[in-house]
């Protein structure tokens, strides 16, 4: 079973304001990812690591930035959330490249 | 058109009833398949992970992979109200650094 944590588990937060949302992993995976999903709808990468000081946008365009200092630890930051980033973001980690991915339980993130 | 297509359902069946899940593609390239199951406020949690073409059957779950069709399915027996969730295809291919394309889930409700 994978070992993947995320917090918060759900956030509300006005708008403009500095939000960082965590990730850590126990397994001394190299590779992370951020998602980002809505509501019924499939789910968009938004950044990925693949190891320390190793980081790269993903196919959805996002405003965020992240950070992956120690390989356990793979933080999401977003320097002024807006109303737009409402959304449920998703972090996930996995081994090698033909190994699939495993996924925390995700941040639920609501911009007023 | 997208690259994953999945029916989203809902997909309501009584208990006991065999339940039938599909994702088509049109990239060739995929090659590695997988099946997750995501509850309500919950991570994507890995059902079934296969590797080219064929069949793989794990307890009441088999996935199907049909590459010549691009198809690929889940087929859940003796379907129990535990298996209300969303299913969601995701899928890769050789060279893609590990980054998955998911389909937008199917949701199924299994009535007592």
């Known amino acids: 079973e994978a070992d993947i944590y995320q917090t918060p588990r759900y956030l509300v937060i006005g708008t403009g304001k500095k939000i960082t949302l965590e990730c850590s992993q126990t397994?001394?995976?190299?590779?992370m990812y951020w998602y980002q999903q809505d509501p019924g709808m499939e789910l968009h990468l938004i950044h990925y690591?693949?190891?320390?000081?190793?980081?790269e946008k993903g196919d959805l365009s996002s405003e965020s930035t992240v950070s992956r200092i120690r390989t356990e630890h793979f933080p999401l930051t977003l320097e002024s959330a807006r109303p737009s980033h409402t959304s449920q973001y998703l972090c996930?980690?996995?081994?090698?490249?033909?190994?699939?991915?495993?996924f925390g339980d995700g941040t639920r993130l609501s911009i007023l | 058109q997208k690259e994953v297509e999945q029916d989203p359902g809902p997909l309501s069946v009584p208990e006991g009833a065999i339940v039938s899940l599909n994702c088509t593609y049109s990239?060739?390239?995929?090659?590695?398949f997988m099946w997750y199951r995501q509850y309500s406020r919950k991570g994507p949690e890995l059902l079934m992970y296969?590797?080219?073409?064929g069949n793989k059957e794990d307890g009441r779950f088999t996935a199907q992979v049909d590459k010549s069709s691009k198809y690929i399915s889940l087929f859940i027996r003796d379907s129990q109200p535990s298996d209300s969730a969303t299913y969601l295809c995701?899928?890769?291919?050789?060279?893609?650094?590990?980054?998955?394309?998911f389909g937008g889930g199917t949701r199924l409700m299994v009535k007592p």
């Open positions: 996930a980690s996995s081994e090698y490249n033909d190994q699939p991915q495993h």
């Open positions: 397994m001394g995976h190299d590779k």
């Open positions: 690591s693949y190891g320390v000081n190793s980081t």
């Open positions: 990239n060739s390239a995929f090659q590695y």
């Open positions: 296969t590797y080219s073409s």
């Open positions: 995701a899928m890769k291919g050789n060279n893609a650094g590990n980054m998955l394309t």
